[in-house]
């Protein structure tokens, strides 16, 4: 028995898929969703909102370079012992979001228990194409 592609469409309909969506799947977003990147960062709220735990994502190509956010990626303990201007900026935004003053030797990072998540050369441009579409 042959299907055409009208009747597989439809059934595919039915089943409640979208065929754009089985075709055209975002792997970034595949990924950020594999990698458990939803539990700390949410991906509609702006970087000023520090919601579950972390600064929202949306607009991360207007704050960060891809080259800072490639290296963040990588390995972000050693980006924020820089404490570049990205990192003082994240710092600031949290403190302002929270509505209160570091306390001496406190920073964001020493306020997030995060998870080491290790990510390949691949993931991390795969990531980085999906930030930059939000």
């Known amino acids: 028995m042959k299907l055409n592609q009208r009747v597989i469409c439809s059934l595919l309909f039915f089943l409640g898929w979208s065929v754009p ?3 055209f799947a975002d792997p970034g977003k ?5 990698k458990h990147c939803a539990l700390c960062h949410n991906v ?3 970087g000023t909102v520090f919601a579950p735990a972390c600064p929202g994502l949306k607009g991360v190509r207007h704050r960060h370079s891809k080259e800072w956010v ?3 990626l990588k390995d972000p303990s050693a980006v924020w012992a820089g404490n570049d201007a990205d990192v003082r900026d994240i ?3 949290y403190f302002r979001y929270r509505g209160s ?3 001496p030797r406190e920073s964001f990072m020493a306020t997030i228990i995060g998870k080491k998540v290790v990510l390949t050369d691949e993931e991390i441009e795969v990531l980085i194409d999906y930030l930059w579409k939000l």
């Open 21 to 23: 969506s089985l075709l």
């Open 30 to 34: 595949a990924l950020f969703k594999e």
């Open 44 to 46: 509609n709220n702006p």
């Open 70 to 72: 490639r290296k963040w």
């Open 91 to 93: 710092n600031a935004r």
């Open 101 to 103: 003053r570091p306390k």
